[in-house]
């Protein structure tokens, strides 16, 4: 039998919550390399308001996370930025932890 070629139409869409969750966490990966970098030029004298940012990181990648995880088990989105949120907050998830084990070990 001859494979038919043509258009295969279907009502999947990008979620905007997919969407959120990647942007939160390119967001959260951005702001994390930032005051690492800037605290490592500084030699670790930095204010206080760049721990801060390291925790609005963290939350925003927790915040991402969930929603990456929720529209990740729709059947009616495409998977791409379901698991591309995903992945970027759980790699800021990772950075801060990382951090806080060698802040630890210090």
Do not use: Q, W
């Not at 801060?52 to 990740?72: D, E, P, Q, Y």
């Amino acid at each position: 039998m001859k494979k038919r070629k043509g258009y295969i139409f279907t009502n999947k869409r990008h979620s905007n919550r997919a969407i959120m969750a990647a942007i939160l966490g390119g967001i959260s990966l951005l702001a994390l390399g930032a005051v690492v970098s800037v605290s490592y030029l500084e030699a670790g004298e930095v204010p206080v308001s760049y721990g801060f940012t390291g925790l609005f990181a963290t939350l925003f990648s927790l915040v991402g996370l969930c929603l990456g995880v929720v529209t990740a088990s729709d059947k009616n989105y495409y998977r791409l930025f379901p698991v591309l949120g995903i992945l970027l907050n759980l790699a800021a998830l990772g950075e801060v932890s990382l951090i806080l084990y060698a802040g630890a070990n210090l």
